[in-house]
Each structure stands twice: as C-alpha cells, then as structure tokens.
C-alpha cells in the first residue's frame, strides 16, 4: 500500500479567501478520498474520487485528480474559521480498499 | 455523529494494566479498522476485518490483541503497554470500500504512564 504526499503542510489564510491543498502518489489507485480532522478528533469523510473520475463538488469543496500526473487537488472556496482543521488524502490502490492515509495539511482560516 | 461509537474518549493506565477499547457501528458497514495516531506521525494502519475476518496485520505488536465477535462491534485489548503507545486510536467502518469512504468514531485518547 502507498501512502499520499500532502503540500503543503501547513496553510494560514483570511476567512473569505480560497484554499488548495494538494496529494501526490506514485502509483495507480483505485480511488482518493479527502478526510477532515478537527483537533484531537475523529475523521470527516469529505470526497471520494475514483480513477476514472476528474473532478467532484460538494458545497464549497472542490476536488480534482490528474492520474497522469498523479495528484489531486482539494479547493475550500470562500473559507470560515470553521474550516480550520488537518485535512487529509487517503488512497485505496492494488486490489485494496482499505484507506492509507498521509501526514495531511493543517489549514488555520483567520477570522 | 458519524454512526460509530468509540469508548471510552479518554484513558489512563499503567504499562502492567490491561484494558480494552471498544468500538460500535449501526451502519451496516462490513469491514472496521482500528488506526493508530500519533503526534507528527502519518496515521498508522492497524488492524481491518471483513465480515468479521481479520483480513490485514500490519505487523502490529502482539501487547495489542483486536477481536471482532460481530459485523458491528470490535474490540482492542491492551496489556503490558509502553509509554510510546501513547496516541490516539481510531476505529472506522466501511461499506464497498471502493464506493463510499470511510466512517470515523471520535477516538480514544490513551495515556501510558
């Protein structure tokens, strides 16, 4: 199993402005899916894209995937404060679904 | 609520106890997992079941033991832990792994003292 790179590790932005955090792996997936973790907390599943997909929305999130390039991208549009939280990817690829997950993207939106 | 309960949220023991954590979905999911998190570190696979069988082990050791008598509960007993076992645990669920993502409880946070 592989794990995903996040970049970048940590982000600080003014509520109201966007936010794109990014995965790369190295080799081919079934699907990556996008977590939420509030400090100290369980995990959120946010979006599940799979390989032959390009691009999904879900209210203000945005995510897309390049398996040429093997990466994926995850866009918060119009940030809170409440969106402060680590924000993972997790990839299921092989013949596995099981989720591994990488070391994530600490995003900290400014009121 | 995510539909998966995780008790207890906090623990406390010494490195000659044994306790165990408890994990419970009503979702209908057919696999479960327990993950290891820890400060700076990438979330650690631990153990996953399938329809109650152990399906991955990722060279865990063996002071922690994973039982699953039901699709919708699972347990992790501890014995003779170390202080750097010290870290969050999560339990998840799954249905179709491939279709949907994955269902978290909200952990326990375990101290080793």
């Known amino acids: 199993s592989q794990q995903g790179e996040e970049d970048p590790q940590a982000l600080s932005i003014q509520e109201g402005e966007n936010a794109t955090m990014n995965c790369s792996y190295k080799?081919?997936?079934?699907?990556l899916q996008w977590y939420r973790q509030n400090s100290g907390r369980g995990l959120v599943h946010l979006i599940l894209?799979?390989?032959?997909?390009r691009e999904k929305h879900s209210g203000r999130l945005r995510v897309t995937l390049d398996t040429s390039k093997k990466s994926s991208s995850l866009l918060i549009t119009a940030s809170r404060a409440a969106d402060t939280a680590s924000y993972f990817c997790a990839l299921a690829s092989g013949g596995s679904y099981i989720p591994t997950f990488g070391r994530g993207t600490s995003l900290i939106v400014h009121p | 609520e995510t539909g998966v309960t995780q008790t207890p949220r906090h623990l406390v023991m010494g490195m000659t106890n044994k306790k165990s954590l408890k994990c419970e979905q009503h979702l209908g999911h057919n696999a479960m997992y327990w993950y290891k998190q820890s400060a700076k570190k990438p979330l650690e696979l631990m153990f996953v079941?399938?329809?109650?069988?152990?399906?991955e082990n990722n060279s865990v050791p063996s002071r922690f033991s994973p039982e699953c008598p039901n699709s919708s509960h699972l347990f992790l007993h501890l014995h003779t832990l170390q202080p750097e076992d010290s870290a969050l645990y999560l339990c998840?669920?799954?249905?179709?792994?491939?279709?949907?993502?994955?269902?978290f409880g909200q952990g326990t946070r375990l101290t080793v003292v």
């Open positions: 079941y399938s329809l109650e069988e152990r399906v």
């Open positions: 894209i799979r390989s032959n997909e």
């Open positions: 998840a669920s799954s249905q179709d792994g491939l279709t949907w993502g994955a269902f």
């Open positions: 080799t081919s997936i079934n699907n």
